[in-house]
């Protein structure tokens, strides 16, 4: 049973324009939420986290915002650039546990020059 | 700082054969590991978790086995691999203290059984 989901297996968008990235969640036990960028042939990298306690997350060109009550997040980079091309990777980890991730299916973001 | 280290990148082994991955972390102590999975086409599976030497949780039943023989050392294994069980296998930790903290992930390794 996939506790998260991301129902975009593939994005395009043009250099300079927003990248959106969606993710939905079924378990209400989760309680923090990352995403994680990954190239081919290597190891996820995390990019950005987002408490439950909090709706909104900034760092630099990368925003994550989180609905709970629609239990559903999203990543939005802006402005786009070629070098964000990537697969992106939504995770969540439940409030027990010994930090355990959750991981969606990802979606790969190709950024055209 | 910290980096963590797993090889080999890439394995092709036979139907039936033993597998041994290896995955160490270097610049902190007493580190979560943990083994994922990516099949084909799929989001990563958590395979194992470890909060300590020779402590080791298994989140999904199956051929694979693991061990924490020191602090910063995590090992895949598997007496008999089967055609089910290629994949990209990564290796992840993070620090032992509190909540909510990310996990940082190794390079992979991509193992095909033939």
């Known amino acids: 049973d996939q506790q998260v989901k991301q129902n975009s297996p593939s994005l395009s968008v043009q250099e300079g324009r927003i990248s959106i990235l969606n993710c939905d969640y079924t378990?209400?036990?989760?309680?923090?939420f990352l995403w994680y960028k990954k190239y081919p042939a290597e190891g996820p990298t995390f990019l950005i986290s987002i408490s439950s306690i909090k709706d909104k997350n900034e760092d630099g060109r990368f925003t994550v915002f989180l609905n709970k009550s629609a239990k559903h997040l999203s990543l939005h980079i802006v402005p786009s650039q070629p070098g964000d091309s990537a697969v992106y990777f939504c995770?969540?980890?439940?409030?027990?546990?010994?930090?355990?991730?959750?991981f969606g299916t990802g979606t790969r973001l190709t950024v055209i020059p | 700082s910290q980096t963590i280290h797993q090889w080999p990148a890439t394995l092709v082994q036979p139907v039936g054969s033993p597998l041994s991955l290896e995955c160490t972390v270097e610049?902190?102590?007493?580190?979560?590991l943990y083994w994922y999975r990516q099949a084909a086409g799929r989001g990563l599976q958590l395979l194992f978790y470890s909060v300590g030497i020779g402590q080791i949780s298994s989140e999904v039943p199956q051929n694979l086995s693991a061990s924490r023989p020191q602090d910063r050392q995590f090992i895949l294994s598997s007496k008999k691999l089967l055609l089910s069980d290629s994949g990209f296998y990564l290796c992840?930790?993070?620090?032992?203290?509190?909540?909510?903290?990310?996990?940082?992930f190794g390079d992979g390794t991509r193992l095909s059984i033939l």
């Open positions: 992840a930790w993070t620090t032992g203290t509190g909540e909510n903290q990310p996990q940082h």
């Open positions: 378990n209400s036990m989760f309680d923090y």
């Open positions: 995770a969540a980890i439940p409030k027990t546990g010994a930090n355990n991730l959750f």
């Open positions: 610049g902190t102590s007493n580190p979560n």
